[in-house]
């Protein structure tokens, strides 16, 4: 089946750093979502991507769609306290698995005041 | 709009006792999904429902698994027996027709004793 790996696992910056993570497939996929869980809560919606080098930013987020359609990535610049959480991507795959997401396994971001 | 409603947020069980959880999406959507966080395996897919219907429950670890939607505001995630092994956060998520984006539940998270 579609596996995800998302990197890094786990980040400890200082308050004010930029960050960056990603997501690579070995197959296809025709939609990236990003989504942040925090702590005792569900995964909530950051940015959607739905066409191939789709660039789409959500104030300090940006998020694109990689030309190959096997990769996205989510930088968030001048990272604050509260960007403290587990980010996930997630990607819809064609055809008759369009229906269902494949998640990444997480990045653990932590950020020091 | 009250987003995805799940009960209970927490649940404490012996092992071998029946479990249930409960989910009510949001209001006018009609995909329905069951998800199990854990440390060791992340975010797994358990069964989705489309229109009431399950359409895939390949994810549904066991027998003792089982999941019904009645209607279109209410579903449920049984355990029976429950199992120590079985303690996770169940996420609920439901999306809407021609959409990709899912929403997230705030989670029941199981502790089977």
């Known amino acids: 089946g579609q596996q995800l790996n998302q990197s890094p696992q786990s980040m400890f910056i200082q308050e004010g750093e930029d960050v960056s993570m990603n997501c690579t497939s070995s197959s296809i996929f025709n939609t990236w979502l990003w989504y942040k869980q925090d702590p005792g809560e569900g995964p909530v919606l950051l940015i959607a991507l739905y066409k191939a080098g789709e660039l789409t930013s959500n104030g300090r987020l940006t998020a694109q769609f990689g030309i190959t359609r096997k990769d996205s990535f989510l930088n968030i610049s001048a990272s604050i306290p509260s960007d403290v959480g587990i980010y996930f991507c997630a990607g819809r795959g064609p055809g008759g698995a369009g229906n269902m997401l494949t998640f990444g396994g997480g990045t653990r971001l932590m950020v020091k005041p | 709009d009250a987003g995805v409603i799940q009960s209970p947020r927490h649940e404490v069980t012996e092992m071998g006792q029946e479990v249930t959880l409960r989910c009510k999406p949001i209001s006018g959507h009609n995909s329905l999904f069951w998800y199990r966080q854990t440390m060791m395996r992340g975010l797994e897919l358990l069964i989705y429902?489309?229109?009431?219907?399950?359409?895939?429950d390949s994810g549904m670890p066991e027998d003792r698994f089982s999941a019904k939607m009645p209607n279109a505001s209410f579903s449920t995630l049984k355990i029976q027996p429950s199992e120590p092994r079985d303690s996770a956060v169940y996420f609920c998520?439901?999306?809407?027709?021609?959409?990709?984006?899912?929403?997230f539940g705030p989670g029941t998270r199981l502790t089977v004793l």
């Open positions: 429902f489309n229109n009431n219907v399950p359409i895939d």
């Open positions: 998520a439901s999306r809407s027709t021609g959409d990709y984006e899912q929403f």
